[in-house]
């Protein structure tokens, strides 16, 4: 049985949080798609041309998630995220990902919208620019970066802008999705809300 859980929001907002524990919760497996951009955005840092490093990408290319998570690396991400063929190239992975037996949680930008429009399940998980450029300050700096709070704030209204004003699959709420704005609840009332709402869909399904 196929089944989608699509989580879209913007940046710190909780999305990769509210994923894993849904995906462990209901036995689901998990996508972070926003690792495809940040895969393609350290080749083009290394010097790669952004569309020939999209189309050779691999699973292989995520296996270091953690050396993906610098700000750098975000910022570079974000970039070539407006390139309509980097987004194609990158699109049939995640569908098949999506279809995968036993279902599916792939958290991102555009997977309500473009990349599973057919998901039983949609959540927009945002909070404001304030509190999410915080969240992101402190697991910065828990990983030794020494990164202001300023910048960090900069950061990620930068790329809030690019990401929500490119013409290719910007990131926009679904019209079904369930808005979960995270400024004012820790982890435990975020995850209850998108279990509440997997489980909705899931009796609906039968
Ligand atoms: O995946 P996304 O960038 O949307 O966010 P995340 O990596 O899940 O969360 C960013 C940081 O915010 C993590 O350190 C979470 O523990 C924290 N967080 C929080 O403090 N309160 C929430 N309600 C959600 C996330
Ligand atoms: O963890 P955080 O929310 O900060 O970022 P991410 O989800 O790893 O995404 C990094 C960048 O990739 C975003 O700023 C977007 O530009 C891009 N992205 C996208 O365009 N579409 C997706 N489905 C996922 C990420």
Redo the contacts with the bound molecule.
Sequence with gaps: MSFTVAI??????G??TISRSVAAEFGLAHL???????AV?RRVLDGADAIAAAEALTAQDLENPEA??TAEV?QA??RV??MPEV?AHLLAF?RSFAARDGGAVL?????GTV?CPEAEVKLFVTASAEVRAER?YLELSAKGSDVSRAQVLADVRE?DA??AGREA?P?VAAETAVLIDTSEMDIAAAVAAACDAVRAALAAKG
């Design positions: 879209d929001g913007p940046a710190a907002a999305k990769g972070d798609t926003g690792l495809l951009y940040r955005g993906l998570r975000a991400a974000s995220a407006v987004r995640q958290d991102g930008r555009d997977i990349i992101r790329r690019r990401d699959a990131m």
